[in-house]
């Protein structure tokens, strides 16, 4: 079962944003990912396993932002990869969407 975490505010979202995915862990899940927005960009980290794997990446590439979302995936459709992990970045990598559950008019919302 998928889980978003997402947080607008003063304080860095990625610690809040993972410690949320944390309490999400009972739902069971087979990746991990966060974006947030830092000044005028979008940064993305992602991976398959658990947060604590998340945790470990963003500890070696760190990022930051005041403005995030986070997401716990559960592969229904498609392998668990780092690839197919959420966020996805959307556009010019201008938007940062997550989902939960299948889309099914996904090749009409992409024309």
Known sequence: M???VGYIGFRNAVPLILDGLTRLEYRGYDSAGLAVQTSQTLSM???TGQ???LRKLIAKDPVSGQVGLGHTRWATHGPPTDINSHPHFGGERDVVIVHNGVIENHEQLKS
């Open 2 to 4: 998928c889980g978003i």
């Open 51 to 53: 947060v604590s794997e």
């Open 45 to 47: 980290r992602k991976t």
